[in-house]
């Protein structure tokens, strides 16, 4: 009898041993996805800002190119 018991206190011991590794794994996992879904929300928050970057730029170098463009013509004319 003390045997199975033994027995079954190995068990039962393995078996919560299990459960907590499954556990910290899932709690791992878990974190794991949080930090990729974090720096993909970084990703995306960059590439907006570049964009809108962008857009600032475009329009900078749209007002230098038309202001040149007076320039030349004023010195034209």
Do not use: C, P
């Amino acid at each position: 009898g003390d045997i199975q018991k033994l027995l079954v206190l190995q068990k039962i011991e393995d078996s919560q041993k299990l459960l907590v590794l499954q556990k910290i794994e899932d709690r791992q996992k878990l974190l794991f996805l949080q930090k990729i879904e974090d720096s993909q929300k970084q990703l995306i928050n960059i590439s907006q800002k570049t964009s809108e970057d962008n857009k600032l730029i475009s329009s900078e170098e749209y007002l230098f190119a038309s202001t040149s463009q007076r320039m030349l013509e004023m010195i034209e004319e």
